[in-house]
């Protein structure tokens, strides 16, 4: 038995287009060309999506029979279960609709463009082989090993450009169906002659479904933690409205007392004192005429931050379709481990 590993395979390019002549002036439509090998006029615009893969995708069980694909040259890489082995032919079964959705490749450049899965759930299969600290994670087939790209290709996707990897054991014959630029060429046995001879194939990188999840929740407060700041409210609001009854009903007895006392006539010394003002036709209430300042008084309400928390829904990251910018095709070769094999078919 054989053990290999599938990896991404290189990477990315994209750029920006910028001028179309038409009529002899400048235009600011883009152009929308692929870059040839020969000629560096020609420019690529290639906008690399955003996918929501949200339900575990089930690969058929020839994904997993060791479907090995040796493209053309340079290099005559071994793949597995490779969706794009040359132009104008996809194999898609054995990856998630939401990859393809967004997968473009060109074999004859050893490139290819992988849209972001975010959310995302490893297929039955895969295994998450390195997760960092924002929940963004990279994905291979069980059992295969990543290599990161020597150059980061996006800072939003540290993953992207990597490889899954694994070696071949020396000696064991393993069936390959070959390529060249156009067609198959040949299906035949393959045998290992180095312990550097590797399978690759592509990575499945995106931000984990579960770990958004964990974000949101630690970034909302809980049901039993907004009960308890509510009830912490209402018992603050019945201490303020005890306070406050108790502080009025004080005023008015004093009010009450004093209207008592300037009613009666005080003897003193046998001289009686002025009658009181009440009998004069001026107002004789301790009340002024302005506003009184129990007016002033105003129910205490809820504050409004309690408002502003927001749902996991609005917690999540957004992620939007984006451009890359880059001259032309690039193979991210970096994080290969092995070598560049000869075609031994």
């Not at 209402?234 to 201490?239: M, T």
């Not at 506003?291 to 927001?310: C, E, F, G, H, R």
Request: aromatic share 8%; net charge negative.
């Amino acid at each position: 038995m054989w053990d290999f590993a599938i990896v991404p395979v290189l990477a990315v390019l994209i750029a920006a287009a910028n001028a179309q002549q038409s009529s002899g002036s400048e235009s600011s439509t883009p152009v929308s060309a692929l870059q040839s090998t020969t000629s560096a006029a020609d420019v690529i615009i290639v906008t690399v999506t955003v996918q929501a893969l949200t339900t575990t995708f089930t690969p058929p069980a020839t994904c997993t029979e060791g479907r090995l694909t040796q493209l053309a040259s340079p290099g005559y890489q071994i793949w597995a279960n490779e969706p794009q082995p040359v132009t104008g032919t996809l194999i898609t079964d054995c990856f998630p609709s939401e990859f393809m959705d967004g997968y473009t490749s060109r074999p004859g450049l050893s490139s290819s463009i992988a849209p972001m899965l975010s959310p995302m759930i490893c297929p039955l299969g895969w295994a998450t082989v390195k997760e960092w600290e924002n929940g963004y994670i990279a994905c291979c087939e069980s059992g295969f090993l990543l290599a990161l790209p020597t150059t980061t290709v996006d800072t939003d996707r540290p993953a992207y450009g990597g490889t899954c990897y694994s070696n071949f054991e020396v000696g064991v014959t393993v069936t390959v169906t070959a390529y060249d630029e156009t067609e198959v060429t040949a299906l035949a046995g393959w045998v290992a002659t180095s312990t550097a001879d590797q399978a690759y194939g592509h990575v499945l990188d995106g931000h984990a479904l579960d770990l958004l999840r964990e974000v949101s929740e630690s970034n909302s407060l809980s049901g039993g933690a907004i009960a308890g700041v509510v009830i912490g409210v209402l018992v603050g609001l019945g201490a303020i409205a005890a306070a406050a009854f108790f502080l009025l009903l004080r005023r008015r007895q004093r009010r009450n007392d004093n209207q008592s006392r300037d009613s009666h006539i005080a003897e003193m010394d046998g001289v009686y004192a002025a009658p009181p003002a009440s009998m004069t036709g001026t107002s004789s209430s301790p009340v002024t005429d302005q506003k009184s300042p129990d007016s002033q008084y105003t129910s205490p309400v809820i504050s409004t931050a309690m408002t502003n928390q927001l749902s996991p829904d609005q917690a999540r990251p957004h992620y939007p379709a984006y451009e890359l910018a880059a001259s032309g095709f690039v193979e991210m070769d970096g994080g290969w481990k092995g070598h560049e094999m000869a075609n031994r078919l």
